[in-house]
């Protein structure tokens, strides 16, 4: 097949014009560009709302931190309102400086026209309701304030007995709003019970003896009280009978550390301390003042004494500056003769030379240890309930049973002398303990903590737990050498 010339292919020209492609040509390409041109301009159309959406959900973001942060800062602030020395004068100026601070820490430009308008809505609506809690928050303070003052001088008026001021007072905050006018009707009414009842108390408070003379009488007692009811009258005497008998035993154990610290009562002071104890005839004769002179002469009629010195003894520190505590012990010592004086003496004795064991750290401390366990009840629980009989009904039949008694709504507690001879003497056991311990320390000795611990505790478990020595101690079982080791005559405790 012969070859066709390349020329044949290729357009040709002339002179005048080229060779015109055919109409198709043309239309092909036009639709080919129109579809690429609206491809581009819808993916632009994709991008534009994504962006606005974008934007939108930023803007929502913000909004939404901003309602946070200014909640977060005005719980923070409220939370201060409970303080007790928090100003409630100060609060809304307080609270605007709070605000506008965390607003310009959040504040940004931008966003455009819709979104500034929204953040500024938020703003001012935030300002408004965070400004109004604040504003209600702070003129409730103050009302409160106002009315806990009122009533405090209220009832400094009821204590010193002043019903004027106290009525003024009542006028006060009615006048100013801060109670209704019902609620200043039952302040006034609820006066004449309140000053009785105060008046009643201070009475016991001063005069046991004349208070329970009075209420013994009940229609003294509601001439004298008026306002208050059979109940309330009931109790005050109970009140009344128990500080009598509270200022007759303090009355007691003061005269008798008079006695015994060799400073007794003339006869005239002795029968006028008896009057205003309310002591009769019998118990006069048991503190009268032949009778204290005879006991003192015993070592039991000492044995109160000893024990208070001996107390004070190890619980003083001779390095200590603080020389009033030695001159009460050395008064408390005056008051002992015979073998108590010179056993208590020799203890003091020790106790003042800084080179005794006695003043060793770990054998004060375990000295001191004794002395807190009598002291906490370790060694015996001598407190009980005074109890009273009462009635009750069981299975058809009235039995008598006992009960707590109760004064005050309080109950009565009591001395048990057995349990307390008891820890008296487990103390002793565990202070004779002591004393011979150190007493057979070769000199320039210096024990541990553990050792010395061990001979009042047992510790041969590896938990430190100790266990007192109490059953021997309480089962009243003494033992002889332990006194006589220790340098002591006899048992003081005893």
Do not use: C
Request: hydrophobic share 35%; aromatic share 8%.
């Amino acid at each position: 097949m012969p070859r066709v010339p390349l020329e044949y292919y290729q357009p040709q020209r002339t002179p005048e014009s080229t060779v015109r492609a055919s109409p198709g040509m043309f239309d092909a390409e036009h639709a080919a560009l129109a579809r690429v041109g609206g491809a581009v301009q819808q993916a632009g159309d994709v991008v534009g709302d994504f962006a606005l959406k974008m934007q939108k959900a930023d803007n929502d973001a913000f909004l939404s931190t901003t309602r946070r942060r200014l909640g977060e800062a005005f719980d923070a602030f409220s939370n201060t309102w409970q303080s007790p020395g928090a100003k409630p004068e100060t609060w809304e100026k307080d609270w605007a400086k709070i605000f506008d601070k965390t607003l310009g820490d959040l504040e940004r430009e931008g966003g455009g026209k819709l979104f500034r308008e929204q953040f500024d809505t938020l703003v001012a609506d935030m300002r408004q309701r965070t400004s109004a809690d604040v504003r209600k928050a702070s003129y409730g303070r103050r009302i409160e304030n106002d009315y806990n003052s009122h009533v405090a001088t209220m009832e400094r008026d009821k204590k010193s007995g002043n019903r004027a001021g106290y009525d003024a007072e009542i006028a006060m905050m009615e006048a100013n709003g801060l109670v209704t006018a019902a609620k200043a009707s039952e302040f006034r009414l609820k006066a004449d019970h309140d000053f009785s009842e105060e008046r009643a108390f201070q009475m016991i408070n001063t005069d046991p003896f004349g208070a329970y003379e009075l209420f013994s009488d009940n229609g003294a007692a509601q001439a004298a009280f008026p306002g208050l009811s059979e109940h309330e009258l009931r109790t005050l005497t109970d009140n009344a009978r128990y500080s009598r008998n509270v200022k007759k035993q303090e009355g007691l154990a003061e005269l008798s550390d008079r006695f015994a610290e060799g400073n007794p009562p003339s006869n005239t002071e002795l029968e006028a301390i008896g009057k205003k104890l309310g002591l009769t005839k019998k118990q006069m004769g048991k503190v009268s003042r032949e009778a204290y002179a005879e006991a003192l002469k015993t070592p039991s009629g000492q044995r109160t004494v000893a024990r208070d010195a001996l107390s004070k003894i190890l619980r003083w520190d001779p390095q200590s500056p603080d020389q009033e505590q030695a001159l009460e012990i050395q008064e408390a010592m005056m008051g002992l003769t015979g073998p108590m004086a010179k056993y208590v003496g020799k203890v003091w004795d020790d106790q003042s030379n800084p080179d005794s064991l006695m003043n060793n750290p770990a054998v004060k401390q375990v000295f001191r240890e004794n002395e807190d366990n009598f002291e906490k009840h370790v060694y015996g629980n001598w407190m009980e309930f005074e109890e009273e009989p009462y009635t009750k009904k069981v299975g058809g039949k009235t039995v008598t049973l006992k009960r707590p008694k109760l004064v005050g709504g309080r109950p009565v507690m009591k001395v048990n002398s057995a349990k307390l001879a008891i820890a008296q003497a487990a103390k002793a056991k565990n202070f004779d303990r002591l004393r011979a311990y150190i007493a057979a320390l070769p000199p320039g000795a210096n024990p541990t903590m553990e050792e010395v611990r061990k001979v009042i505790y047992d510790v041969n478990d590896n938990d430190r737990v100790r266990t007192l020595f109490v059953p021997a101690a309480t089962a009243g079982e003494f033992e002889e050498g332990d006194s006589k080791r220790a340098g002591s005559d006899y048992d003081i405790f005893k």
